[in-house]
């Protein structure tokens, strides 16, 4: 069966700061995608990045930036210069090959404060 | 890129109606579609696998007759909540893979917030 942790459910921050969340993830499959989603108030999914198990090189897209270590099954992802903007519910997601769904962490919810 | 469109936004409405919540591709086709059920604060759960043309895969603890997948063309998959109660309240989110991409991206719609009286 497959596992999704975040067990950060919510941090709380000053804007600029930089904050990362953490995602750790179990699976029997040889071949499976990483995701994150962000999920602001208003409830729809913003689709951040998506990563397969092949693929092990960080990822850098302006402040955002994600680090995949497959040697501790963690898929971490960290924002620089935290902004108001970034204030949502951050969830961390797996799927194995073929048509599966996604399995989702709990979620973090990450809180800027001005 | 793509886009789902999930239909309606927002339903309240009284106990024991039926709801029907469609889920559409814009701009590709989806041979298989996801539902999810939300409830408040809490995470995303799968509820059940919609393939075109062949009956839909319900996850463990899913009632297929309480929640009918309907995945009749390759851009529509609709997910009906039959004489729903208010524990059926919840926030239900679809997505959808297109068909001519690899390595299965998912595309989700906005989300479908329902409230049962």
């Known amino acids: 069966a497959q596992k999704v942790t975040q067990a950060q459910t919510e941090i709380s921050v000053v804007e600029k700061e930089d904050v990362t969340l953490d995602c750790v993830y179990e699976?029997?499959?040889?071949?499976?995608?990483l995701f994150w989603y962000k999920q602001p108030p208003s409830g729809e999914l913003v689709f951040l990045i998506r990563?397969?198990?092949?693929?092990?090189q960080n990822e850098i897209s302006g402040r955002y930036s994600w680090n995949f270590q497959k040697s501790t099954s963690s898929f971490n992802f960290t924002i620089t210069a935290s902004q108001v903007v970034d204030s949502a519910v951050y969830f961390c997601?797996?799927?194995?090959?073929?048509?599966?769904?996604?399995?989702f962490g709990k979620g973090t919810h990450l809180i800027i404060q001005p | 890129g793509a886009v789902v469109s999930q239909h309606p936004s927002r339903v309240i409405c009284k106990s024991g109606t039926s709801v029907k919540i469609e889920c559409r591709s814009l701009d590709f086709q989806a041979t298989t579609m996801f539902w999810y059920r939300q409830f408040p604060k809490k995470s995303l759960m799968l509820m059940a696998t919609s393939n075109e043309g062949s009956k839909a895969t319900y996850e463990q603890g899913v009632e297929k007759d309480k929640f009918l997948i309907n995945h009749a063309s390759l851009t529509l998959s609709t997910l009906t909540v039959t004489s729903a109660h208010p524990e059926d309240s919840s926030f239900y989110i679809c997505?959808?893979?297109?068909?001519?991409?690899?390595?299965?991206?998912?595309?989700f719609g906005d989300g479908t917030r329902l409230s049962i009286l």
């Open positions: 997601a797996l799927s194995g090959g073929g048509a599966d769904g996604l399995t």
């Open positions: 997505s959808a893979r297109d068909a001519g991409e690899s390595n299965q991206p998912q595309h």
């Open positions: 699976t029997r499959d040889t071949t499976y995608y």
């Open positions: 990563r397969n198990s092949f693929d092990e």
